[in-house]
């Protein structure tokens, strides 16, 4: 049974161990703390010391069982009238992301997305702000992207995190919105990766050993949003977002 469990982690050395380690606890304060920004830090190393699809299915786990006591107590705060929408949307997407994350290389597609994602930050950072209600039909689309890149990335955030830090709700609102939007998508991430058969014995394995490491992390993470004002709230997230996302393209 030991040797069972140890399995997944028996190639790599103590050193991408302990950057493995290292990642997860990053990625899951910053989770805690912004309610978003996960993938960015943790997929790009993750796709190079083992898989992209590793990296994806991997955060796939620990983030969804770790983060969905936090998404009871968002639904009950989150405007559902704004998360439903989206999550039609990327219903209608996340197999796509899926089956392209199987077959092709996500990797190029990462750094594709990368781009677009300093792209937003820069808009966001301006100050840019729209004032008035998207179309429904608008909200759909914006959805639907979060769906395809994420099944194929993990990046569900950026085009939710553009949408919402870019209008008008407090800071409260957009992380209960946040929250129960990935809480919901991993409903929809886990029918397409198993539709795209991605699940592997030994990614279920090594994502048990990581849940604690993320859990501790998140905690501490959620501790800290407390403390924060809304500004560091918002620019810590931009920057956060636009550090990770100029980092992944060196990967």
């Known amino acids: 049974m030991p040797d069972f469990f140890a399995y997944p982690f028996s190639d790599l050395s103590t050193v991408e161990l302990s950057v493995l380690c290292a990642v997860t606890l990053l990625a899951g304060a910053v989770r805690g ?4 920004g996960a993938a960015m830090i943790f997929v790009p190393p993750v796709s190079v010391l ?8 991997l955060l796939f786990f620990v983030d969804g069982f770790i983060t969905m006591p936090m998404v009871v107590g968002a639904a009950r705060r989150c405007r559902w009238g704004e998360v439903l929408p989206i999550v039609a949307g990327a219903s209608l997407t996340a197999p796509f992301g899926a089956m392209v994350l199987a077959s092709a290389d996500p990797g190029l597609l990462a750094k594709a997305l990368a781009v677009i ?13 729209y004032t008035r209600a998207l179309p429904k039909m608008a909200v759909v689309g914006v959805g639907a992207t979060a769906g395809f890149t994420g099944t194929l990335a993990s990046l569900y955030g950026p085009p939710i995190v553009l949408f919402w830090l870019g209008g008008t709700a407090d800071t409260s609102t957009v992380r209960a919105n946040l929250i129960t939007f990935f809480g919901l998508s991993m409903v929809i991430s886990g029918a397409s990766f198993w539709l795209s058969d991605l699940f592997t014995w030994e990614v279920t394995i090594m994502g048990v050993w990581l849940i604690p490491v993320y859990g501790v992390a ?34």
């Open 218 to 251: 998140l905690w501490f993470g959620a501790k800290g949003f407390g403390l924060a004002s809304e500004k560091l709230y918002r620019y810590g997230a931009l920057g956060v977002a636009g550090i990770m996302s100029a980092a992944s393209l060196l990967f």
């Open 117 to 129: 994602v300093l792209l937003a930050v820069g808009l966001l950072a301006s100050g840019w702000r």
């Open 33 to 36: 703390f912004t309610g978003f």
């Open 50 to 57: 083992l898989s992209p699809a590793v990296g994806v299915l």
